[in-house]
Structure formats: structure tokens, C-alpha cells
């Protein structure tokens, strides 16, 4: 149980182009999902938080207008990052968490790894 | 921001010794602790939990301990395999609020 996945697991655009990445929960319902960004040998660092049917809270520093999150149902959650730049190059993951609880366990995506050229 | 050359903490172990992975936490209100393994490539995976009430919980093969008084978080994986090489990360949970993740340990089992 607890099945996290992402789509795609790794994808190559040119600069200036927009990039979706899915976040599917399979097996439980997600009543929150979160999205994080981990550069190499470093921990991950939170970018948004997203409740089923409400704006995505972003964290400070994170630009709204350049990653677009959408949770539209219970089991997906979107990232898009809009007008890609080399900079934005990095590894993408999501995590989901379901109901019942203040302290249900995230689990997470296998990533997704972005590449801009 | 991006950080160069950042170099994870290293924990080099015999394979079949037990490994100890430390973690000290931030915020002494915290409630609820994750360990994660990640491997490289991969997302995190979730290990073992351990709610504030509690001081230490046994999975299989692995123990996670909590000192709430010098804010510490400990893993031990017993008999440790070349399978467990990876980095393992703490997390701290508030209130049920986002999770905040330390720097990380890489372990490395030597054969």
C-alpha cells in the first residue's frame, strides 16, 4: 500500500519551453500533496503544499507563476514549469499524504529528473 | 539556493556490523519523526516513525530512538547488508504541518 508515482521519470526540454509532472497516489486517496526539489548530494527542499480543491501554498522564495500546481482530485497533482530555464535543471519529487490524522506518514514519488538545455 | 561541492556526511560500516545514523533535530515541539532512505535516483522511502509520546520503536532490523531533552534521533540497522547503502534522512513533523528534512547520511557498506 502507499504507492506513490510520477510522470515522467526524467525529461529533456529546450529553454523557454513548459514542462508538466504527474503525481498519481494509487492506492490511498491524497487529501494533501506536497512538492519538493532536491539538488545533488542535498537535502530536499519543499516547494508547495497542495490540498485537494485549494490553491497550492508556496514557501518563501518560490515563484507561483513559474511552478504551477494543480490538485484536482484526490489521487493527482500537477507540476508545470512554465518557460523552463537551465537553472530550473534539478530533481522533482512529490509526496502524498492521505487523510484521517494530523500525523499520516508522506510518501513519496520516485522523481522526477528535469534537464533544460 | 544551489549550493557546489556540498559533501554529505559519510558513514562507512562493515557489512553484518550494526550502523547508528544520527539526526538532531530543530524544533523541540515537534511531534512526529520519519526516517527516510533514499537511494540514488530514486524518491525517499519511508523506514520507520516515531510519535513524541514514545522513545523508542523497533522495525524489522532497524530501531529508531528519540531524546526529546537534547533533541537527538537515532537509526540503527542492525547486520547491516550492501542493500542498505543510501543516504537516510530525518524528518520532523509539526502540529501535522509540512515535514522538515535534515542534511542527510550517506551510508556505504563495505564488503
Known amino acids: 500500500g502507499a504507492v506513490v508515482s510520477q510522470h515522467p521519470s526524467w525529461v529533456i526540454c529546450k529553454s523557454g519551453t513548459s514542462v508538466k509532472i504527474e503525481c498519481r497516489s494509487l492506492d490511498f486517496q491524497a487529501t494533501t500533496m506536497f512538492w519538493y526539489r532536491q539538488f545533488p548530494k542535498q537535502s530536499l527542499m519543499l516547494m508547495a503544499t497542495s490540498n485537494e480543491g485549494s490553491k497550492a501554498t508556496y514557501e518563501q522564495g518560490v515563484e507561483k507563476d513559474k511552478f504551477l500546481i494543480n490538485h484536482a482530485s484526490l489521487t493527482l497533482s500537477t507540476l508545470t514549469v512554465t518557460s523552463a530555464h537551465p537553472e530550473d535543471s534539478s530533481f522533482y519529487i512529490c509526496?502524498?499524504?492521505?487523510?484521517?490524522?494530523?500525523?499520516?506518514?508522506?510518501?513519496f514519488g520516485p522523481g522526477t529528473r528535469l534537464l533544460v538545455l | 539556493g544551489e549550493s557546489v561541492g556540498l559533501h554529505l556526511p559519510t558513514l562507512s560500516v562493515q557489512e553484518g556490523d550494526n550502523s547508528i545514523i544520527n539526526c538532531a533535530y530543530s524544533?523541540?515541539?515537534?511531534?512526529?519523526f520519519i526516517w527516510y532512505k533514499q537511494e540514488s535516483g530514486k524518491g525517499p522511502q519511508f523506514i520507520i516513525d516515531i510519535r513524541s509520546n514514545m522513545d523508542k520503536r523497533q522495525g524489522q532490523r532497524v530501531t529508531v530512538l528519540l531524546n526529546k531533552t537534547v533533541k537527538h534521533l537515532s537509526l540503527q540497522i542492525a547486520a547491516t547488508q550492501p542493500g542498505d547503502s543510501a543516504v537516510y534522512f530525518c524528518?520532523?513533523?509539526?502540529?501535522?504541518?509540512?515535514?522538515?528534512f535534515g542534511t542527510g547520511t550517506q551510508l556505504k557498506v563495505e564488503l
Open positions: 524544533n523541540s515541539a515537534s511531534d512526529y
Open positions: 509526496s502524498a499524504r492521505g487523510g484521517g490524522g494530523l500525523q499520516e506518514t508522506q510518501y
Open positions: 524528518a520532523e513533523n509539526l502540529w501535522g504541518n509540512k515535514l522538515t
